[in-house]
């Protein structure tokens, strides 16, 4: 295979005589962990580094810092959710309890509901729509 060409067809190594081909063979896994190209070409940076380091060029962090304020675990930290939200979590707690009756893993089918509802009220009208009719 000529030094320009980068890749080689699948049925050229047909042709290889049965020591290349072991040879390939061996140096496939340690080729793959110390030389993927995707490890090679991305730098990799830590939150840390990106919000405490300064760009040269730019004479500022790198990442501004972003501030969250929890609200709590508790009851009184709790955000109240809208009507058809709180509806559909409820929901989503009868479907999980009537589950448990059924299977033992009903506590993560819980949490991917209660995520999925989450993640939007879209998604968790959909659920809400869904775990009606399965649970009836």
Excluded at 50 to 76: C, R, W
Excluded at 79 to 103: H, K, V
């Amino acid at each position: 295979m000529p030094k320009s060409k980068a890749v080689a067809d699948g049925k050229q190594s047909a042709q290889l005589r049965p020591a290349d081909r072991q040879q390939i063979i061996n140096y496939n896994t340690e080729f793959f962990t110390q030389h993927n190209p995707f490890i090679r070409h991305i730098i990799r940076r830590t939150r840390d580094f990106l919000e405490n380091t300064i760009d040269p060029s730019k004479q500022e962090t790198y990442l501004k810092k972003v501030e969250v304020q929890l609200l709590g675990e508790g009851e009184k930290g709790a955000n109240l959710l809208p009507g058809y939200l709180m509806d559909s979590y409820q929901t989503a707690e009868e479907f999980s309890e009537c589950l448990a009756q059924r299977i033992k893993s009903a506590g993560f089918m819980r949490m991917l509901l209660l995520k999925r509802m989450g993640s939007s009220i879209e998604a968790g009208t959909d659920s809400n729509k869904v775990t009606r009719r399965r649970c009836n």
